[in-house]
C-alpha cells in the first residue's frame, strides 16, 4: 500500500551554524526537502497508488534532530487511517533509535492538521453516512495510539504550529512536549458545530489548559489565536514568522545537545504531574482533570466510545453534509441511546 523511499541528502552549509530544515517542495507529484543542512537522511512514505506522499522524516544526523514533515498541505494534512499509522510506525523506529535525542512535527501549507480526514468517517457515496462503527472505532483508536506513543516518546518533541491546528490536529500538537507557534497559527476544536463533539481531543487539549478552558473550546467550538493559547496553556512560545525558525533552531538544538538524563526527567515528570492531575499524564498515571484514578490510555478508550456513539447518530452525517455544502445544518435531535 505504501512505499518508502531513504535518499541521503546532498552536503549543502548550515546557515549561522543554526540548525535548518527547508520544508519540501512539490517536483513532479513527489516531494523532495529543496535544502538541507549536511548528513540528512530523507525517507518519504508515499502512497503506491497516488505517489504522493503525506509524510516525510528527516533525520539531521550530525545535530541528532528528527523532524517529521506533514506533507498534504495542498488538501490541508488531514490525519487519514493509512498516515497515521505510518507516523506510528516511524514514532517506533525513533524510539529505537538513540542517536536522535529531539523531534520535531511540521507541516507544510497553511494547515497544521485539519484532523481525521472525512472520508475514513463519512461515506461520500452514501450521502455522508457515517461509516460501519467498526471502522470508525479503529479509526479513534489509532489516533489514541498515536497521540499515546508521541507522548511517550523518551526523546523531547516540539510542535512547529504556522497556520491551523484544528480537532485531531490541535490534539497532536498537544500531545507534544513543547508546542511553537507563529502569530498568525491558530488552534479549534469545531466538532460541536458540526454535529459531532471532539472527545478524543478533549484529553490532549486538557492536559496542558485544564478542564475548563478545554471545555470552554469544545462547547463553543471556537477558535483560539495564538495568542490566546499561549495565555490558555496550549502554547509555549508564540513568535513573530521571521523569527520563527531561529526559535526552532535554539530550542531544538538546546534539547539535542542535553544528557539522556533528560529523558527519564520528562518521563518522571509526566508521572509526577499525573498524581496531582495537572499538565499531562502517561499510560500509568493515577489521576487528571477527567477524573481520579483514570490513566490517559482510559481517558482515550473512553472519550473513543462517546465519539462512535456521536458519530453514528444523523446529526453528525447532517453537520457534515452542510459543512460540504456551505448551508445551515437542520437537527434532528435524535438522542443518543
Known amino acids: 500500500k505504501h512505499l518508502c523511499i531513504e535518499q541521503k541528502a546532498p552536503q549543502l552549509r548550515m546557515a549561522n551554524a543554526a540548525l535548518r530544515l527547508a520544508p519540501p517542495v512539490r517536483v513532479r507529484q513527489h516531494l523532495i526537502c529543496s535544502d538541507l543542512v549536511p548528513a540528512t537522511v530523507v525517507r518519504h512514505l508515499c502512497n503506491a497508488r497516488t505517489q504522493v506522499a503525506a509524510l516525510q522524516m528527516h533525520v539531521h544526523k550530525e545535530s541528532s534532530v528528527a523532524t517529521m514533515w506533514l506533507c498534504n498541505g495542498r488538501k490541508t494534512n488531514p490525519l487519514s487511517l493509512s498516515l497515521m499509522k505510518d507516523m506510528i510506525t516511524e514514532i517506533d523506529c525513533l524510539r529505537q533509535n538513540r542517536s536522535v535525542r529531539c523531534v520535531l512535527l511540521r507541516h507544510e501549507g497553511p494547515w497544521f492538521s485539519s484532523g481525521h480526514d472525512l472520508h475514513d468517517l463519512f461515506d461520500k457515496t452514501q450521502n455522508w453516512a457515517a461509516r460501519p462503527r467498526v471502522q470508525l472505532e479503529e479509526t479513534f483508536a489509532t489516533c489514541s495510539d ?23 490536529g490541535a490534539q497532536l500538537a498537544a500531545s507534544c512536549d513543547i508546542v511553537i507557534a ?23 487539549i486538557a492536559a496542558r489548559t485544564g478542564q475548563r478552558k478545554a471545555l470552554e ?14 495565555r490558555f496553556g496550549l502554547v509555549n512560545f508564540v513568535v513573530d514568522g521571521d523569527e520563527l525558525e531561529d526559535k526552532v ?19 518522571c515528570f509526566y508521572n509526577l504531574a499525573a498524581g496531582n492531575g495537572r499538565h499531562g499524564l502517561t499510560e ?22 462517546h465519539m462512535v456513539d456521536v458519530f453514528c447518530t444523523p446529526d453528525a452525517a447532517e453537520g457534515t453534509r452542510a459543512m460540504i455544502e456551505k448551508r445551515k445544518p437542520q437537527w434532528t435531535d435524535q438522542e443518543i441511546v
Open 146 to 168: 498515536l497521540n499515546l506513543k508521541l507522548q511517550s516518546l523518551p526523546q523531547p518533541t516540539v510542535a512547529v504550529v504556522q497556520g491551523h491546528a484544528s480537532a485531531g
Open 217 to 230: 473550546l469544545m462547547l463553543l467550538g471556537s477558535t483560539w489565536s495564538a495568542a490566546e493559547a499561549e
Open 182 to 204: 507563529s502569530q498568525d497559527a491558530q488552534f479549534s476544536a469545531p466538532g460541536s458545530q458540526r454535529g459531532r463533539f471532539c472527545h478524543t481531543p478533549g484529553v490532549a
Open 249 to 267: 533552531a535554539q530550542v531544538s538544538l538546546l534539547l539535542a545537545k542535553t544528557s539522556r538524563n533528560i529523558e527519564h526527567g520528562k518521563r
Open 284 to 305: 500509568g498515571g493515577c489521576s487528571s482533570a477527567f477524573g481520579p484514578q483514570a490513566s490517559l490510555k482510559q481517558q482515550y478508550r473512553m472519550a473513543e466510545k
